[in-house]
């Protein structure tokens, strides 16, 4: 079984900053991919920020040049590094994996809040 464990979330104030942690642990689990989901209320869920292996990556339109994704592959771990935060990026953030295997497996967090106020 595949368990992805998110932390970091929190209350910031607008412009500040936060790191989200999503640590995938299971046996036997090869990851092709990894990445970062939001929902905010009334909202349909969108992709934050996407890593998959090799290297390339790729962010939503609004949080380009704010956000930063990493991954250590060595510990099966992503990163999501949030910087000049808004209020609109108030939302619960999800941590997403991708299989390397066939057929595709997709695992999803738990979710964790981030609320962006004064």
């Known amino acids: 079984q595949v368990q992805l464990v998110e932390s970091g979330g929190g209350l910031v104030q607008p412009g500040g900053s936060l790191r989200l942690s999503c640590a995938a642990s299971?046996?036997?689990?090869?990851?092709?991919?990894m990445g970062w989901y939001r929902q905010a209320p009334g909202k349909e869920r969108e992709l934050v920020a996407r890593?998959?292996?090799?290297?390339?990556?790729n962010y939503a339109d609004s949080v380009k040049g704010r956000f930063a994704i990493s991954r250590d592959n060595a510990k099966n771990t992503a990163y999501l590094q949030m910087n000049s935060l808004k209020p609109e990026d108030t939302a619960v953030y999800y941590c997403n994996a991708v299989g390397s295997g066939v057929p595709v497996t997709i695992y999803w967090g738990q979710g964790t809040q981030v609320t962006v106020s004064s």
């Open positions: 299971g046996s036997s689990f090869s990851i092709y991919a």
């Open positions: 890593a998959v292996s090799g290297g390339n990556t």
